[in-house]
T-cell receptor, first 112, second 112 residues
Framework: SQQGEEDPQALSIQEGENATMNCSYKTSINNLQWYRQNSGRGLVHLILIRSNEREKHSGRLRVTLDTSKKSSSLLITASRAADTASYFCATASPYNFNKFYFGSGTKLNVKP | SAVISQKPSRDICQRGTSLTIQCQVDSQVTMMFWYRQQPGQSLTLIATANQGSEATYESGFVIDKFPISRPNLTFSTLTVSNMSPEDSSIYLC?????????FGSGTQLSVL
């Protein structure tokens, strides 16, 4: 299975602190993406990093990718209570761009 | 980006009955994807629905249990048949656009 694991499973921080989530995967990828899910509803795409990229920024989000270790991290800086959600990494197979595999997710709680 | 309307948003059903979930996209798309998210778990792909052909099911999912229709390029339905409590999950439809997945708001199904 290409599905990855994320850690930690749950993370609780104070507003203003940074939150770091990690994702590991098993096979070759075309790209890796991070999604957010609020209250068990639909997922929202946050950021995509391609297999030939090492780091990417979008607002308060910073994503790194290490293909040699088959791992990625998502950093949310200066967290807000509104960032409270579950975060999932997803990888796309280089052999089937339409097939996505989701990690186990990190549940982030940002306390006001 | 695609806007996806999914309904119902939630339902409580009796075991042995069936529920059909509808997904409407605001643009024409070739493929639509159906995911299941069991309580506290990650997303698992059920099947890929192509217009004009039978859906492609992932390992562990069969057409008799999860029949899918795809009558045109903007609409799809997923039926959860002969339900049991183990089918209690969130069901999500999604479409892919330039390697990014867009999701409906999900259907939270509880089977008693």
């Amino acid at each position: 299975s290409q599905q990855g694991e994320e850690d930690p499973q749950a993370l609780s921080i104070q507003e203003g602190e940074n939150a770091t989530m990690n994702c590991s995967y098993k096979t070759s990828i075309n790209n890796l993406q991070w999604y957010r899910q609020n209250s068990g509803r639909g997922l929202v795409h946050l950021i995509l990093i391609r297999s030939n990229e090492r780091e990417k920024h979008s607002g308060r989000l910073r994503v790194t990718l290490d293909t040699s270790k088959k791992s990625s991290s998502l950093l949310i800086t200066a967290s807000r209570a509104a960032d409270t959600a579950s975060y999932f990494c997803a990888t796309a197979s280089p052999y089937n761009f339409n097939k996505f595999y989701f990690g186990s997710g990190t549940k982030l709680n940002v306390k006001p | 980006s695609a806007v996806i309307s999914q309904k119902p948003s939630r339902d409580i059903c009796q075991r042995g009955t069936s529920l059909t979930i509808q997904c409407q996209v605001d643009s024409q798309v070739t493929m639509m994807f159906w995911y299941r998210q069991q309580p506290g778990q990650s997303l698992t792909l059920i099947a890929t629905a192509n217009q004009g052909s039978e859906a492609t099911y992932e390992s562990g999912f069969v057409i008799d249990k999860f029949p899918i229709s795809r009558p045109n390029l903007t609409f799809s339905t997923l039926t959860v048949s002969n339900m049991s409590p183990e089918d209690s999950s969130i069901y999500l439809c999604s479409v892919e656009d330039r390697q990014v997945l867009f999701f409906g708001s999900g259907t939270q199904l509880s089977v008693l």
